[in-house]
């Protein structure tokens, strides 16, 4: 049986598709399950089922019989089939009983030809073979219906013979399909190599990425671990501290209440004594012998002679007992104090971990600034360091960072001689370098702490803020958090001292800034940015 009539032979007549676990009605006829189901269904309630093959009716829906051979003979022809079309792709046009793969095609047949065929194929020039193909018809002119043979390179299409001696294309230049094909795959290889360059080079950024990515979830781990470390302690110091002031309330209670107690038990035993005296007089009152109450002792002979002239301990009777049940709050204020302790730890621990590397910037430091080796030191000095004018150096003595800061959170700690002034903070790099404006502090694009004569103020835009105190350790700590617009200086003594924070909404990158001015001993004045 051929291939075809086979086929048909295992097509539903439903869904005219090769049958899917085809089942059996009593007559006979076979259908896929799902199609003869969705019939039955339609059917149902009208009282009579009927096969959609033969009008065979049926007064009890029909019990559907698997066809377990047919199922394995349609299964089997899908497979084969779906074999057969990997393994040839294109088959023989005249091979008609079974698919058999083509080797050439002929596009003046419009046909596919297998090898037997091929043989037996004509030899003529007019026969031209070409790799197999489905579509022969596209290997034609759709004007003239002859053979593609020429590229026209002027209205870049494919052309026939008639196209270029008659048609459209007359006079243009052309070129073999062979020749233009080559060149166009020329052209197909030189942008096949720039993809692939435009390729490797996205595979690099996405590795790039890919390790920033890998290198921010790292951080943000270990960001996330240092914060519930440092919420951990807190709460932990916190708990201890509540504890500490309940325990010293408790025990200031108790030591108050057995206090009270003592007080409370002596005035009932003297309460209970004037009592007793005043019933002793109430009855002396009631007595009509005067001879008994003349030979009652006087009235100040019943009372106690030591409360006439008042107890050391009581006060008298007209003094009221020693105000001893109020707690000793200033003993519990200064334990909670030490709640400063803990959150100036909580200041400090937000910018925990390791300091910004900050170098200095030699172009920009005045003439009278002496820049150490290792770029961490600024100096005063009287000796001119006779460095080439430039735009970017400053008219006074000062020096700002290399490094600016376009995001995150930073700091770096400050350690500063005992001058005579200097100010320390940050600046934009459109600073003003020269005229009376151009010391950090005294314009808008600048912040800065400063000593002058004892005194210390924070600066910014020529509007100072003094601080209360002094700054004893004479190490100073920087922080910046670019995003939150916060600029803060503290004190590193134990604990760590806030001293102010700048609230900003920065618009350009921020460099550190550093003035330093002369000693008042021997050395000249300096700030060096520690390690």
């Known amino acids: 049986m051929a291939s075809a009539d086979l086929r048909d032979e295992l097509l539903c007549s439903i ?52 066809n377990i051979n047919l199922h394995n003979v349609a299964e089997r022809f899908l497979i084969t089939q779906q074999e057969q079309e990997e393994i040839t792709g294109i088959c023989c046009t005249y091979c008609v009983d079974s698919p058999v793969p083509a080797i050439r095609s002929c596009l003046h047949c419009e046909a596919s030809l297998c090898d037997k065929h091929l043989r037996a194929h004509s030899k003529s020039a007019e026969h031209v073979l070409s790799d197999p193909s489905t579509n022969l018809e596209k290997r034609k002119c759709s004007v003239h219906k002859e053979l593609i043979k020429y590229y026209c390179t002027q209205d ?56 920033r990515r890998r290198k921010a979830q790292e951080k943000a781990a270990g960001e996330a671990e240092r914060v519930t470390a440092l919420c951990t302690d807190i709460r932990r110091r916190v708990d201890d501290l509540e504890k500490k002031v309940l325990s010293e309330i408790s025990r200031q209670e108790k030591e108050k209440s057995l206090s009270l107690s003592a007080l409370i038990h002596q005035l ?59 707690l000793d709050v200033a003993v519990i204020s200064h334990t909670l104090h030490t709640l400063c302790d803990v959150i100036s730890g909580i200041r400090s621990g937000i910018y925990v971990g390791d300091p910004a590397d900050i170098l200095l910037d030699v172009t920009t430091a005045g003439n009278n600034v002496h820049i150490s080796d290792d770029l961490k030191t600024a100096s005063w000095t009287r000796e001119k360091q ?12 000062q020096v700002m960072s290399r490094r600016g800061f376009t995001s995150g959170r930073h700091y770096w700690d400050v350690k500063i001689s005992r001058s005579y002034g200097w100010r320390v903070g940050m600046c934009y790099p459109s600073i003003d370098r020269r005229g009376d404006q151009s010391l950090i502090g005294d314009n808008n694009k600048s912040w800065s702490l400063e000593r002058y004569n004892d005194q210390y103020s924070v600066i910014h835009d020529r509007k100072e803020i003094r601080i209360p105190g002094k700054i004893s350790r004479y190490r100073v700590r920087i922080c910046l958090d670019y995003e939150a617009g916060q600029l803060s200086f503290y004190e590193l003594c134990d604990p760590i001292r806030h001293l102010y924070t700048f609230k900003v909404t920065f618009s350009e990158p921020l460099h550190a800034a550093f003035y330093v001015n002369f000693s008042l001993a021997l050395d000249d004045g300096w700030i060096r940015i520690c390690s």
């Open 156 to 211: 870049a299409i494919c052309i026939c013979v008639s196209c270029s001696l008659a048609g459209e294309h007359r006079g243009h230049r052309v070129e073999m399909l062979d020749e233009a094909s080559k060149k166009k795959k020329k052209k197909l290889r030189n942008v096949l190599q720039k993809l692939i360059t435009k390729r490797e080079e996205t595979e690099e950024r996405v590795r790039s990425l890919e390790k």
């Open 386 to 397: 006779k460095r080439p004018e430039r735009a970017e150096r400053f008219w006074y003595n």
């Open 268 to 326: 009932e035993i003297k309460k209970d004594e004037l009592s007793r005296k005043m019933r002793h007089i109430e009855e002396l009152g009631n007595v009509t012998d005067p001879l008994t109450v003349l030979q009652e002792p006087d009235i100040g002979d019943l009372c106690d002679p030591e409360e006439e002239g008042g107890d050391e301990n009581t006060g008298g009777h007209d003094k009221q007992p020693h105000d001893g049940d109020d």
């Open 15 to 66: 869904c005219l598709s090769v049958f899917k676990d085809p089942v059996t009605l009593r007559c006979g006829h076979n259908f896929c399950r799902v199609c003869i189901g969705r019939v039955l269904d339609t059917q149902d309630g009208s009282g009579v089922y009927s096969c959609p093959e033969c009008r065979k009716r049926f007064q009890v829906r029909p019990a559907l019989m698997r």
